[in-house]
T-cell receptor
Framework: GAVVSQHPSRVICKSGTSVKIECRSLDFQATTMFWYRQFPKQSLMLMATSNEGSKATYEQGVEKDKFLINHASLTLSTLTVTSAHPEDSSFYIC????????????FGSGTRLTVV | AQSVTQLDSQVPVFEEAPVELRCNYS??????LFWYVQYPNQGLQLLLKYLSGSTLVKGINGFEAEFNKSQTSFHLRKPSVHISDTAEYFCAVSESSGSRLTFGEGTQLTVNP
């Protein structure tokens, strides 16, 4: 089945530094990937839609300069949290849509970001 | 715009009992419907999906769901739950293949011995 690898699974960084999270589709191509943020005991909040070869589409209220998204190939999208602050601490999850049109969205295993 | 309502935030049940997790959606167009399961500190795993065809959809781990267009519902059921089914369950909808998923608030299923 379709597999999405998300790395790292857990990261701790200092305030003011940047952190990059990778989302890779292992056995399928994904023109479109999605980035979500999840707070404890809450649902997933869509942050942005990442499209290969073009600029990401950000949801209202999400700072595009803070959360940089790059989707340079059909199998890889990255999310960079720039100048991280403690309030950016959260669980980030990516999802990839299979280009074969099987109607599925495969999720990565998530990244727990802690900013100290 | 579409929306999803999961009617129960928490559902406690005993092992081997049947369970139903309720999901209602709202949309002005035809939809695709999904149920995902999330274990602590992990991503989401697809349980089942409805795209078209038979309204009764069977998924992994013995789960099934029925799409009811007139009631705009997509309730998830399992006839006999196990301790290992304890997890958060999310219902989601998209208005077309490849468009954004909209999630419900989630239902925490806790299976007690």
């Amino acid at each position: 089945g379709a597999v999405v690898s998300q790395h790292p699974s857990r990261v701790i960084c200092k305030s003011g530094t940047s952190v990059k999270i990778e989302c890779r589709s292992l056995d399928f191509q994904a023109t479109t990937m999605f980035w979500y943020r999840q707070f404890p005991k809450q649902s997933l909040m869509l942050m942005a839609t990442s499209n290969e070869g073009s600029k990401a589409t950000y949801e209202q209220g999400v700072e595009k300069d803070k959360f940089l998204i790059n989707h340079a190939s059909l199998t890889l999208s990255t999310l960079t949290v720039t100048s991280a602050h403690p309030e950016d601490s959260s669980f980030y999850i990516c999802s990839a849509r299979d280009d074969r049109g099987l109607g599925g969205y495969t999720f990565g295993s998530g990244t727990r970001l802690t900013v100290v | 715009a579409q929306s999803v309502t999961q009617l129960d935030s928490q559902v406690p049940v005993f092992e081997e009992a049947p369970v139903e997790l309720r999901c209602n959606y709202s949309s002005s167009v035809s939809v695709y419907l999904f149920w995902y399961v999330q274990y602590p500190n992990q991503g989401l795993q697809l349980l089942l999906k409805y795209l078209s065809g038979s309204t009764l959809v069977k998924g992994i781990n013995g789960f099934e769901a029925e799409f009811n267009k007139s009631q705009t519902s997509f309730h998830l059921r399992k006839p006999s739950v196990h301790i290992s089914d304890t997890a958060e369950y999310f219902c989601a909808v998209s208005e077309s293949s490849g468009s954004r998923l909209t999630f419900g608030e989630g239902t925490q299923l806790t299976v007690n011995p």
